[in-house]
């Protein structure tokens, strides 16, 4: 194979994809990557959690490079290309990059043939690719490695790799079939990224139980936000802080960070506790933290895209991320109306998504996915319009179903004011959808005439 889209052709006919191919486990990656001799030869920080993770890892990227270290970072999913899901120095890698490394799995799974271990090991989709971006980070000449774990924590196939400090973002109900029915459950699976001895940041600021009791189970080193370190801040600045008994180091006067979202301050102050943890490997001065803050960016994060209409884009796409997504809407300022471009997982819980959210949408477009997974349009417009959906008198709120988040995109615009607002949200592949030809710069009908 030649190129990257034959790789990743050959995984999707060899490795099954989705939920319903995710095997969890780590005996298989393990073995793989025993083959391979693989190693990270720089210290690793591993995120896990349900929401926050991608702009956890891009506020540590961007942070770290302004410094002056050479960053790599591993993400998932993507949005439109492949290569978005690892980046050195701040660039996706070239999908050229890639290529030996996914060689090197291929001929490792099948047997090395001098090991004595020389059974083919067959490996989901996710752990193939894992398995190649981290060589392929492995052997990038790094000084720090941000991985962000794709599902749970405990068996996730990034696991395999021993993060010198681990943090734990926003812990919600997402993924239930395979992680647990309760935040404790998930919690638990999320706290297997801790490693005996070493720090682990939590930046739930109310986490579950399960969360502390694996912390002081295998010994690891626990900072919490409240407790350890903590945030203040006014509409101008805000400011962070260790304990005393942690060092009391603090930040003060800071920008707020680029990403928008009132969340993202949480999100921001566990990254400083993990830059603190790994402060004696990997100092760092505050102009870094500033410039870092100021600077980072991550498509499809509450991202707005100034026009008219406005367009916000976020890959909000479970309960608790589409209730952060309507308190930042809510905090925009007055708009006539509000349209909705949307697609989502048939097996997410659409009925709470949608009820967080329903009353700032004026007018749904519903789309179709490219995925098995994929609701149709037309069962979430029943959805919506069992209830959520509904406006004064029982009318339905849904404008169309459309076959792909483009098209659902365009026919938002033509009927849309200048005044308007656009919101594109659900999957990845929601967002991923309208993205794949750049970002789009609205001009209403009336405008475009």
């Known amino acids: 194979m030649n190129t990257l889209d034959e790789w990743l052709a050959h995984c999707e006919r060899q490795h099954p994809q989705g939920i319903s191919g995710i095997e969890l486990g780590l005996d298989r990656v393990q073995r793989v990557a025993q083959r391979m001799r693989l190693s990270m030869p720089c210290p690793v920080i591993t995120v896990a959690g349900t929401n926050g993770k991608g702009s956890t890892c891009a506020m540590l990227e961007a942070i770290y490079s302004e410094a002056g270290y050479r960053t790599g970072v591993y993400t998932s999913p993507h949005l439109v290309h492949f290569e978005e899901r690892c980046r050195i120095g701040r660039e996706p890698v070239a999908a050229d990059a890639l290529l030996p490394a996914f060689a090197e799995v291929e001929r490792a799974r099948l047997g090395d043939g001098g090991s004595g271990d020389d059974g083919v090991v067959v490996l989901t989709y996710f752990e193939f690719t894992t398995l190649a971006i981290l060589r392929t980070l492995s052997l990038s000449g790094l000084d720090v490695a941000i991985l962000e774990v794709g599902l749970g924590g405990r068996l996730d196939a990034v696991n395999i790799v021993d993060p010198d400090c681990a ?79 942690q060092g009391g180091r603090k930040f003060s006067g800071l920008a707020y960070p680029a990403l928008r979202g009132a969340n993202q301050l949480v999100n921001a102050s566990g990254v400083l506790a993990a830059i603190e943890a790994l402060r004696p490997r ?49 905090a925009m300022g007055y708009y006539p ?52 959906g509904q406006a004064s008198g029982g009318r339905s709120r849904v404008a169309g179903c459309h076959p792909s988040p483009l098209e659902a995109l365009r026919a938002a615009v033509l009927e849309a004011d200048p005044t308007d607002r656009i919101v594109v949200f659900g999957s990845f592949h929601t967002v991923g959808g309208v993205l794949k030809d750049g970002v789009p710069r609205l001009a209403a009908r009336h405008l475009a005439n």
């Not at 992680?179 to 706290?191: M, P, T």
């Not at 998504?353 to 477009?365: K, V």
């Open 167 to 245: 943090v734990i973002t926003c812990i919600a109900l997402d993924h239930m079939a395979l992680l647990g029915n309760d935040r404790e459950a998930i919690g638990y699976e999320k706290a297997g990224i801790m490693r005996t001895g070493r720090p682990v940041v939590v930046s739930d600021p109310v986490p579950p139980q399960s969360v502390l009791d694996r912390a002081l189970e295998v010994g690891a080193q626990l900072w919490r936000i409240g407790k350890d370190f903590h945030f203040a801040g006014d509409k101008q600045q805000w400011g962070w802080a260790m304990h005393p008994s």
């Open 282 to 330: 990997l100092p760092v001065t505050a102009q870094a933290v500033r410039n870092g803050l100021a600077m980072v960016e991550l498509p499809g994060r509450f991202q707005i895209v100034p026009g008219e209409p406005a367009l916000v884009l976020d890959v909000a796409h479970n309960p608790h991320s589409v209730a952060a997504l309507a308190e930042n809407l809510d």
């Open 337 to 388: 109306v509000t349209h909705a471009v949307f697609g989502a997982m048939a097996d997410k819980d659409l009925p709470a998504m949608l009820e967080r959210i329903s009353s700032l949408i004026d007018r749904w477009h519903l789309t179709d996915l490219p995925l098995p997974r994929a609701s149709r349009a037309t069962d979430l417009a029943a959805v919506l319009d069992s209830g959520a």
